[in-house]
Nanobody, 128 residues
Framework: EVQLVESGGGLVQAGGSLRLSCAVS????????IGWFRQAPGKEREGVSC????????YYADSVKGRFTISRDNAKNTVFLQMNRLKPEDTARYHC?????????????????????WGRGTQVTVSS
């Protein structure tokens, strides 16, 4: 059974930091790119960041570029999203997904796209 489990969310003041983790099991981890998505109530889902299977390529939405950093540890089957200088508009539920291609499946995909390998998410709330 494939599982993606997100953790690290919480309540933080604006300007603060959080580090999200996505622990993956049940698939060959380094065969997949891992993407982070977020969805806030009343808003469309947004592809936030993605890292290629090897970790050589990373992608960021303009809204988080320069503040968020994605990384992966293939020995631990885990992807991290370091979020700095958080803003109230970063408040959302954050999900990770295992995908084939970062650009096609995360950064330019439609908000309605369904994923076979998708985590249940972790809530991030940024207070002003």
């Amino acid at each position: 059974e494939v599982q993606l489990v997100e953790s690290g969310g919480g309540l933080v003041q604006a300007g603060g930091s959080l580090r999200l983790s996505c622990a993956v099991s049940g698939l060959t981890f380094d065969d997949y790119a891992i993407g982070w998505f977020r969805q806030a109530p009343g808003k469309e889902r947004e592809g936030v960041s993605c890292i290629s299977d090897s970790g050589s390529y990373t992608y960021y939405a303009d809204s988080v570029k320069g503040r968020f950093t994605i990384s992966r540890d293939n020995a631990k089957n885990t992807v991290f999203l370091q979020m700095n200088r958080l803003k109230p508009e970063d408040t959302a539920r954050y999900h990770c997904a295992a995908v084939g291609d970062c650009f096609k499946h995360v950064m330019s995909t439609q908000p309605s796209t369904k994923y076979d390998y998708w985590g249940r998410g972790t809530q991030v709330t940024v207070s002003s």
